[in-house]
């Protein structure tokens, strides 16, 4: 890391005050007050006038003794006096130290008002700590009485005052007015410090969480935890992340939505669920599109969508009057013209189907799940076109004609419901029409808020659900629904009746405190790493594939190790192995140069080196394949794991090993071994 001059010289005061022994970051302070409570306490009807002036307390009277910690945040000097700001997490306050009255705890013992201590081969005294060894953004604790200046300000006279965090690096300037939002959202803190609008923003979206999650358990919700990784990602329309899990040696994806999990825990005999907690979709970025999102989820047997629509409703009129907000808020669309979105219940409702024909001339109902290349014609013919169209199925094509003709209009909130059954195979089909599921979003300024629908609750229906969307994963749309054996055999042990919801409260908060960026109401949004332009080319990777030459006493045993190590490498690393540039022979023939992997095969005689290098890269988190006798013997994954189950793992002989990683790492790591001959 760089440090400037100021910072250099901030460490260097840290080092002096150690040597010195005072301890620059303490490691508790109890008892503070927090300066909006002492700004209040210090009120009454004669605005202060019952405070001490400056002489009383210099003179040692007082009336009432403040302890308060914060951040210092700016500075004041006139010889005999020191005037400071002080910021705790409530509001800001000034304080006064005095020159021969105010104390210094070193937290070992308290430095009286003319004593001194030696501090960088100088005698000072604690005004002369203060004034020479404290810099603004750094912590302390002050203790004493309140006065008003000759200017009105109310101010806390320092009596004594203890260094709690030592601040390395001091606030870039004029870090008020940066405009660089990049910045801002990689350093969100300097943002909180300085920026109270910010801090009320994130302050607002901690209360707004808390009165949703307060009228949850008031309508007798249960609040349960479900996980984040899944072995399959079958909960909406969405491409999903996709991480791999070591120990079960398979992919897993990190959920699109809490759905299934819910879901299943209603069959459990939990009636109402909920659950706050991020989700993941691999998609692009926008100001209303997150990767990461949080949402608040529930279900509630015995409902169907109507009641959820009443719930909803319900839901924002206990939020707007539990934060005392404004029914009436203000608006801009995407040409920055501000409207006004009116959240006096009941809400607007639209139904999906009509409007859209009503706005493309399209009637969605008309096409099933093998229509694609019919809707997508039909779409072209009307002068109407989106990214990726041509690798679309049916469902994910409804989808985006709706949000480019439709949804951008409406200003709300509005109630927008009809869906085409097509498009959801985990909802409920109306019984009134059969080509239409009981489903609803909550859509307000063109921002689609919450989704929530009667849930399907018939295995077989779901079933037949599931296979359609298998053939749209067959036509490459990445966003089409995965099958879920669990989620099928839950059903299958009768799941009740039931209503389920879904609320990305990052988009309502962003509506409600006038944000056009998500990125305005997450306290740390994910940036795109900060790299120097060297380490923005591709890395080569290398496996090392090691056969241990005393166990592999056959070449067929040696070339039977090599196919499997292959084939496992191959598993884990495919997709890449395609990313390759080319290379040309003299008569112009192309052929493929892979750049980003690379493989080797040494050679041991030794186990035990072969141990260590297992715990090595294990230990460093590298990818790793073994291959054993018990391996080689057979084929059948339950005999091996029998007569591995039936030794001591120093009788297993290990015929292979491989270990992946960064080349430079691994071939540090592989050094000792020789080249297979």
Request: overall charge negative; aromatic content about 14%.
């Amino acid at each position: 890391m760089e440090y400037s001059r100021e910072s250099q010289d901030r460490i260097k005061k840290i080092q002096a005050l150690k040597d010195a022994n005072v301890i620059p970051y303490a490691n508790r302070f109890a008892n503070k007050q927090d300066i909006s409570d002492i700004i209040e306490t210090s009120k009454n009807d004669t605005q202060w006038g019952h405070l001490r002036d400056l002489d009383n307390l210099m003179d040692g009277w007082c009336i009432w003794e403040f302890k308060t910690a914060g951040r210092l945040t700016s500075y004041r000097s006139f010889w005999k006096l020191s005037f400071w700001k002080i910021l705790d997490h409530t509001w800001e306050i000034q304080v006064c130290f005095v020159k021969d009255l105010v104390e210094f705890n070193t937290w070992r013992k308290v430095i009286w008002k003319t004593e001194t201590i030696e501090i960088d081969k100088i005698e000072r005294n604690p005004f002369k700590i203060i004034d020479k060894l404290v810099d603004t953004w750094d912590y302390v604790w002050i203790i004493w009485d309140l006065f008003l200046t000759k200017h009105w300000e109310l101010t806390l006279f320092v009596k004594e005052f203890q260094i709690l965090a030592k601040a390395v690096r001091p606030l870039p300037e004029k870090f008020h007015w940066v405009t660089d939002q990049e910045t801002i959202y990689r350093q969100r803190y300097l943002d909180l410090i300085t920026n109270q609008e910010s801090y009320d923003r994130m302050l607002f979206r901690s209360k707004f969480i808390k009165s949703l999650r307060d009228f949850y358990l008031k309508n007798d919700f249960v609040e349960i935890t479900t996980p984040i990784l899944w072995t399959a990602a079958s909960w909406a329309a969405a491409q999903p992340f996709i991480t791999h899990h070591n120990d079960f040696w398979e992919d897993v994806y990190l959920r699109i939505a809490p759905e299934i999990g819910l879901k299943m825990a209603t069959v459990g005999r939990f009636e109402r669920v909920f659950e706050f907690g991020p989700n993941f979709r691999n998609e692009g970025s926008d100001p209303s599109h997150l990767q990461e999102f949080n949402v608040v989820e529930h279900y509630a047997a015995w409902w169907n969508f109507e009641d959820n629509i009443k719930f909803t409703e319900e839901m924002f009129d206990y939020i707007f009057d539990e934060l005392k907000l404004d029914r009436k808020i203000p608006v801009k669309d995407k040409e920055w013209v501000e409207k006004i979105a009116d959240f006096t219940t009941p809400f607007e409702r639209i139904d999906y189907v009509q409007w859209v024909k009503k706005a493309s001339w399209i009637d969605v109902l008309a096409y099933t799940n093998w229509d694609e290349k019919k809707l997508i014609a039909d779409i072209k013919s009307k002068w109407i076109d989106f990214e990726g169209m041509d690798k679309m199925a049916v469902p994910t094509l409804i989808d985006y004609l709706y949000k480019k003709v439709l949804r951008p209009s409406i200003v709300g909130p509005a109630f927008v419901y009809n869906y085409p059954k097509t498009m959801q195979p985990l909802a409920r089909a109306s019984d009134a029409d059969e080509n239409i599921v009981e489903q609803f979003q909550l859509v307000i300024n063109g921002w689609e808020v919450n989704k929530a629908y009667s849930e399907l609750v018939d295995p077989k229906i779901q079933v037949e659900n599931f296979d359609a969307q298998s053939w749209a994963i067959e036509l490459w749309d990445e966003e089409a629904t995965q099958w879920d054996d669990d989620f099928i055999l839950a059903m299958e042990y009768w799941m009740p009746c039931q209503s389920g919801f879904g609320m990305w409260f990052d988009r309502i908060i962003s509506l409600l405190t006038g944000q056009e960026n998500l990125r305005d109401v997450v306290l740390f949004p994910l940036m795109k790493s900060e790299k120097k332009e060297e380490k923005k080319k591709s890395k080569t990777n290398l496996a090392v594939a090691i056969i241990n030459k005393n166990t592999c006493t056959e070449k067929w045993q040696e070339f039977n190790t090599v196919a499997h190590l292959t084939a496992a490498y191959w598993a884990r690393e495919w997709q890449k192995l395609f990313e390759v540039n080319s290379v040309k022979a003299k008569t112009w023939e192309e052929i493929s140069m892979n750049t980003t992997n690379a493989i080797m095969i040494k050679e041991t005689e030794s186990r035990e080196d072969l141990i260590k290098l297992i715990k090595i890269a294990k230990e460093n988190n590298l990818w790793v394949s073994e291959f054993t006798r018990e391996m080689l013997e057979t084929s059948d994954d339950k005999k091996v794991e029998k007569n591995t189950s039936e030794k001591d793992f120093s009788e297993i002989e290990y015929m292979w090993v491989l270990v992946h990683w960064e080349k430079k790492f691994i071939e540090k790591l592989t050094k000792e071994f020789s080249l297979y001959k």
